[in-house]
């Protein structure tokens, strides 16, 4: 399986500011995808990110708020902008395997904003 | 469309005992579902998936899960649960993406 690695794997940050997380995959993968798990929930869909092209949003999350960054097959960044407390949340990083939908997790990131 | 549903966001065990954790689906096409498991402060980690093979699907640390289409359910069980199986379990099917459930979360007493 992929090996998944997510940078920062913690931060607090101040309201206002912007955040940007890093998801590291040791081989090519073609989908990527960002996911929030807001304190004790579930976890939610933000966007699939599609290298070379827009990432593809759910409903509820806009380019403006988070906008994704896949500038090749291994690599992606998620930045939460103009934070608010409501963003304290875990964001987490997976990859497709190939196999229909099944998907790997990163450790995620564990943000606070304050 | 997809969805789930998991019974119970909580439940406690003995070591020892018949671990059961309950997960029903809603799905207008042939499903595929997935298993996760959550250790404090970690990501997710599959445990097992049905992907229309064996109808009994076995996973990682002793854990298997059946899926009845009658019931439209998928639990997973493992018969001796151990103090290192306490963490958060989700449940989740596939249509196009993945859906999760709202997780359940195993405690177990020594």
């Known amino acids: 399986s992929a090996v998944i690695s997510q940078k920062p794997s913690r931060d607090i940050c101040q309201r206002g500011t912007s955040l940007t997380i890093q998801c590291q995959v040791d081989?090519?993968?073609?989908?990527m995808f960002w996911y929030r798990q807001q304190p004790g929930q579930s976890l939610t869909l933000i966007a699939t990110?599609?290298?070379?092209?827009?990432?593809?949003?759910e409903s509820g999350f806009v380019i403006d708020k988070f906008p994704i960054s896949r500038p090749n097959l291994t690599f992606s960044t998620l930045t939460v902008s103009n934070m608010s407390p409501e963003d304290s949340s875990i964001y987490l990083c997976?990859?497709?395997?190939?196999?229909?939908?099944?998907?790997?997790f990163g450790p995620g990131t564990r943000l606070t904003v304050l | 469309a997809q969805s789930v549903t998991q019974l119970g966001s909580h439940v406690s065990v003995s070591e020892g005992a018949l671990v059961l954790l309950r997960c029903n689906y809603s799905?207008?096409?042939?499903?595929?579902l997935f298993w996760y498991v959550q250790y404090p402060n970690q990501g997710l980690q599959l445990l097992l998936k049905y992907t229309s093979a064996a109808t009994l699907v076995k996973g990682i640390n002793g854990f298997e899960a059946e899926f009845k289409k009658s019931e439209t359910s998928f639990h997973l069980t493992k018969p001796s649960a151990h103090m290192s199986d306490a963490a958060e379990y989700f449940c989740a099917v596939s249509g196009g993406k993945l859906i999760f459930g709202q997780g359940t979360e195993l405690s177990v007493k020594p």
């Open positions: 997976s990859v497709g395997t190939g196999i229909p939908n099944e998907q790997f």
């Open positions: 799905s207008s096409v042939p499903p595929y």
């Open positions: 990110a599609n290298q070379g092209s827009e990432a593809t949003y």
């Open positions: 081989s090519q993968v073609t989908m």
